[in-house]
């Protein structure tokens, strides 16, 4: 059974880091694209940042050079180091397995946010001014 569990949510003042992490298991990730997509009330999902089956990072413009995506294939974790976090950063952020064929980071970043992907119950992040 695929499970997916995120930590690392909480309550930052802006300017501030936070660290998520995703543990991940009943599931052989190692040939799939996966990363992080974010969710605001009343807001579409939106990918933040992703990893390719190939290896390859990438994280979206507008968290580009603040947010950096990584994963550790021996602890079976995928963390995303978010820094400089802004208010508009503020949603309920979510791991996710891409289900969909994928191979590089843009593929996975754009996939991230489809209804079939598997994801964990998500940790909270916010940011006050």
């Known amino acids: 059974q695929v499970q997916l569990v995120e930590s690392g949510g909480g309550s930052v003042q802006a300017g501030g880091s936070l660290r998520l992490s995703c543990v991940l298991s009943?599931?052989?990730?190692?040939?799939?694209?996966m990363g992080w997509f974010r969710q605001a009330p009343g807001k579409a999902r939106e990918g933040v940042a992703g990893?390719?089956?190939?290896?390859?990072?990438r994280s979206a413009d507008f968290v580009k050079d603040r947010f950096t995506i990584s994963k550790d294939n021996a602890k079976n974790t995928l963390d995303l180091q978010m820094n400089n976090l802004k208010p508009e950063d503020s949603a309920m952020y979510y791991c996710?397995?891409?289900?969909?064929?994928?191979?590089?980071?843009?593929?996975?970043?754009?996939?991230?946010?489809?209804?079939?992907?598997?994801w964990g119950q998500g940790t909270q992040v916010t940011v006050s001014s």
């Open positions: 990893i390719g089956s190939d290896g390859s990072t």
């Open positions: 009943g599931y052989s990730y190692s040939s799939y694209c």
């Open positions: 996710a397995i891409v289900v969909a064929p994928c191979m590089t980071a843009i593929q996975a970043l754009d996939a991230l946010v489809d209804d079939d992907n598997y």
